[in-house]
């Protein structure tokens, strides 16, 4: 034990050396002791290594078949793209679940199999198994406003934010689903806890944000404006962008790339993949492809972005895309990945930035299709602006001031161009505000661009109690609309002048 506690100590500091040393000398000892191939793949994942901790957590799994190794190889293999293996792990440990935890974990491994209902009915389980368990709780909450539940959710939160009013998860949740009949105090009581508390940069990102969407719901926009700049300018005291190192990642991906010639691995491989600047229609664009019987929607996989070493500042990745070009390991792995997913059927992935990927997907794959969404700039710039985004994501660090958003508005329609210009037969184009406007007209000359066959009956999406994890969880359970046309710069007027005028920090 004295020994294994020195090893975490050793990883825990970064001495991976000194731990490499012990964990061998144990392994060497006794070539079937599990904690030290667990420990063997720890090693392994801080020196970035995954290949090499999967085979040691594997090995560590097989000795033991401790629970909690299972679920972390299953965790692991998810993330590396080694779905089927992952998938069968995930239904051998189901039969052994006993703790709220245990179902929640496999619940969030279910999410990131694509298999929603699946995670559903566990997160549930772990809520009957621990209701008190706050982690449990929210996750119950949040998988509840997944379903469209909303009151269920709501007293779930309620109970919750009881207990703990400083937890912002909670709080968030409920802000954007509460309305102010049933909540009259709660602007009151949010403001309260920011006045009274000293709150970390994180739960003022929160909680800020919490206060900016109590005051939309009263339409009270220009402090609902003051209240999201507030919480930007949190985060953003912690979390920094390069917009620099963008507008250079932008020069890459439209001018240094073009000239980039790779072997093609599958011409039959045939993925669609919805992109376009975040709150601009992908989601709805997604959702009615999906109810094409011969479409599997995978929601938003970042599997590119993960395994190309996407950094959220973009430092390096100019470099990681041109580096990706030299060989074919990323696309196959791609490919693999997202037939594993879609269990037959021809893939549809909507994550928005994917278009940086395109232009490679499309030299390696001729038979893909890439649909970009487009929406007014306005429009667009608040939807993102007023959108509380994981301060972990690896892609919304821009989201943390007005004019970065704005540019990298900007760099989505400079990569679109390049893109539109090097392959016109196979990137299609839709303007949001075309498409809730004309519908039937717009989606039945994108159905035949897809080679699919156009039913209007795909219209009616919103009957069909579509499980999100996205902001558009709302929107989709409502049959397509013009509502959101110019909606912003009619309640944020004042915002407009802001916006317009404003230049990027430095």
Known sequence: MKKLIEIEHFLNTGQLKRAFDLIVARIKKNPVDSDAY????????????????????????????????????????????????????????RDNLSTGHHHNSVANLLVRLSLPIEAIRHFQHAYQLEPS???????????????????????????????????????????????????????HQLQAIIDKQSLTPMSNYYFFHCVGLEYEKREHFDLAWQSFKNSKSAIAS??????????????????????????????????????GMPRSGTSL????????PHIAALGEQAFLLQQSGF?????????????????????????????????????????????????????????????????NKF??????????????????????????VKQVYDGFAQITDALL?????????????????????????LYRQLDLKWDACHLEFWQKNYVSTTASKHQLAHRINTQSIGKFKECYSKAYNEVNSMTAPD
């Open 38 to 93: 667990y420990y063997l793949s720890q090693a392994h994942l801080k020196n970035k290594d995954l290949d090499k901790a999967s085979r040691a957590l594997e090995k560590s799994w097989q000795l033991s078949h401790h629970l909690s190794t299972g679920l972390e190889l299953a965790k692991l293999w998810v993330f590396i793209g080694k779905i089927k293996q992952a998938r069968s792990l995930v239904e051998e440990l």
């Open 133 to 187: 368990d706050p982690e449990i709780r929210l996750n119950y909450a949040i998988s509840l406003k997944m379903q469209g539940k909303l009151n269920d959710a709501e007293q779930v939160l309620s109970s919750l934010i009881s207990d703990d009013p400083q937890n912002y998860g909670a709080q968030l949740s409920l802000s954007e689903i509460a309305n102010t009949e049933n909540y009259p105090n709660r602007l």
């Open 238 to 275: 912690v979390r920094q962008f390069d917009v620099n190192a963008f507008n250079t990642f932008v020069k890459t991906s439209t001018h240094a790339i073009e000239a980039l010639q790779c072997d093609v691995i599958d011409s039959q491989f045939a993925p669609i993949l919805v992109v």
């Open 285 to 292: 664009t997604e959702q009615i492809l999906a109810q094409d």
């Open 311 to 375: 950094s959220a500042n973009y430092t390096n990745n100019s470099a990681a895309l041109l580096g990706s070009y030299q060989s074919d390991k990323l696309m196959a792995a791609y490919q693999h990945h997202v037939l594993e997913l879609s269990y037959g059927l021809r893939p549809v992935d909507k994550h928005p930035f994917n278009l940086f990927f395109a232009d490679q997907l499309l030299k390696r794959f001729p038979n893909a299709r890439i649909v970009i969404l487009t929406r």
């Open 379 to 404: 429009d667009t710039v608040i939807g993102n602006f007023r959108q509380l985004y994981s301060p972990n994501s690896p892609v919304h660090q821009y989201n943390y001031h007005i004019d970065h």
């Open 421 to 445: 210009k090097r392959h016109p037969n196979r990137v299609t184009k839709i303007k949001y505000e075309s498409l809730v406007s004309a519908p039937e007209q717009i989606l039945d000359r």
